[in-house]
């Protein structure tokens, strides 16, 4: 059954420095998500993506944070400079279209900022 | 904008009880889309329903149950002869848009 990659299953690392989280969406989806998951809190999302561009944002996702489909099959998420508040359970998704389908997720990657 | 509360933040119950999860939703938009998302121990979400604001139809999937009802903004979800298995935190989701608005989750502990 196809599925959503995520690597790595968790990231440890210090404050300030720039982290790269990858995915590889489900292979004929063509819309990408990212959302956030603080321990013990409810998921946020972050941000959506289709025709390589950005489709929507929340307040979350602000300059620090970006993303890519630098080839046809990974989605990025790049945080440049990490904050300690940043450590969190990172979801991708992706889903054929928008709406009325579901979002199939990714097993998420942990990022602990120390 | 786009709200969901799901006001049982845990619940725990013995095997074989049934038990209900509440969600409730706000939203202005005419279509819409609510899920049902499980996060079982290991972190993982995964997908249990999607329902569209114009079907009103409950559904039933084995033990599994949804009852949405657009009158009072809710979409519950049943689980019946509960199992420890479904031990997890449940979350509701909405999507008035192309992103997924989740509720603060449910966690439920199913004891032997």
């Known amino acids: 059954e196809p599925e959503v990659t995520q690597t790595p299953s968790h990231q440890v690392t210090q404050m300030g420095q720039e982290v790269i989280l990858r995915c590889v969406p489900i292979s004929n989806h063509l819309y990408f998500y990212w959302y956030r998951q603080i321990l013990g809190q409810k998921v946020e999302f972050l941000v959506s993506f289709y025709n390589n561009e950005i489709s929507e944002k929340s307040e979350i996702f602000d300059d620090q944070f970006s993303v890519e489909r630098p080839d046809g099959s990974n989605f990025t998420l790049k945080i440049r400079s990490t904050k300690l508040e940043d450590s969190a359970m990172y979801f991708c998704?992706?889903?054929?279209?928008?709406?009325?389908?579901?979002?199939?997720f990714g097993q998420g990657t942990r990022l602990t900022v120390v | 904008a786009q709200k969901v509360t799901q006001a049982q933040t845990e619940i725990s119950v013995v095997e074989k009880e049934d038990v209900t999860l509440d969600c409730v939703y706000e939203t202005r938009d005419t279509t819409y889309y609510l899920f049902w998302y499980k996060q079982p121990p290991s972190g993982e979400l995964v997908f249990l329903i999607r329902?569209?604001?114009?079907?009103?139809q409950n559904e039933i999937s084995g033990r599994y149950s949804w009852n949405f009802q657009k009158s009072t903004s809710s979409f519950n979800f049943t689980i019946t002869a509960s199992q420890v298995v479904d031990s997890a935190v449940y979350f509701c989701?909405?999507?008035?848009?192309?992103?997924?608005?989740f509720g603060g989750g449910t966690r439920l502990m199913v004891k032997p």
């Open positions: 329902r569209n604001s114009f079907d009103e």
């Open positions: 998704a992706s889903s054929v279209t928008y709406r009325n389908t579901e979002a199939f």
């Open positions: 989701a909405l999507n008035a848009g192309n992103m997924l608005t």
